[in-house]
């Protein structure tokens, strides 16, 4: 493998050693279910740690623990063992510094596009010109100035993704956290949307946390891809992506890419067979 696709060994409990102190630390994370009297370890004692402004996304088999970490780190799911700590506070439970991104819209149908980006800001009592001057600002940032007055049921999916980011983004978080976001879309809007979350984060260089089963979506959007091993989840590699920004879809063509795509792939797959194995059993 040529140094154009790098793997960082983890080694020790973080998964690269942090130029300073990292905006996102986890430290020896477990979580366990318990399945009609079986317990299952979903994660164990996994270690992260993330720089302001990185762009990081989480590929893995299918029940290996990518979507209850990032619940954990919102806030949604309980934590059974170690430290999350965000921007040097400890993480305990839903807060305003993190923002969640969902498959499903999750917008208000009686609202509008403007009304469903407001929302957020009317919580927090920000005053009207003010929340009504940043709603426009992120509603336009998402290309969608010519529909904000109209309601979800007249949108397209790919539109109503847009909305939710706008609203996420207006809700200035610290931290990004989107679980499969694109999951629901066809191929088609799924790479537009591709290419507008990566012009928007170009823009604003928010800290993002991707979980997708994607590897071509992780290595085009990324600037480090976290390979998850089947369940219990622990990282298997953590992956460098030095592939020049902004990025455009030619990128895609390149060797570098293919070598990437290639590489993740062979280290998935392994990940991919055990956890057939584990359910098959």
Known sequence: MSQSARIVPITSGLSRPPQSEPLLRVESLTKTFDRKGTRVIALDKFNLSVDDGEFVAIVGPSGC???????????????DGG?????GRQVTK???????????????PWRT???????????????QKERNEIADKFISLVGLTHFKNHYPNELSGGM??????????AL????????????????QNRELLQEELERIWDTSRKTVLFVTHDIDEAIYL?????????????IKADIRIDLARPRAMEIK???AYTEYRNHIWDLLREEVLRAREEYAS
């Open 65 to 79: 623990g990518k979507s209850t970490f990032l619940h954990m780190l919102g806030g949604f799911e309980s934590v």
């Open 83 to 87: 430290t999350m700590s965000l921007n």
């Open 94 to 108: 839903p807060g305003p510094d993190r923002g969640m991104l969902f498959q499903e819209y999750a917008l208000y």
């Open 113 to 127: 596009v403007l009304g469903n980006v407001i929302w957020p800001l009317e919580v927090q009592n920000i005053p």
């Open 160 to 169: 109503k993704q847009r909305v939710a980011l706008a609203r996420l983004l």
């Open 172 to 187: 200035n978080p610290k931290i990004l956290l989107m679980d499969e976001p694109f999951g629901a879309l066809d191929a």
């Open 222 to 234: 990324a600037d480090r891809i976290i390979v998850f091993t089947a369940r219990p989840g622990r």
């Open 253 to 255: 063509k390149s060797p």
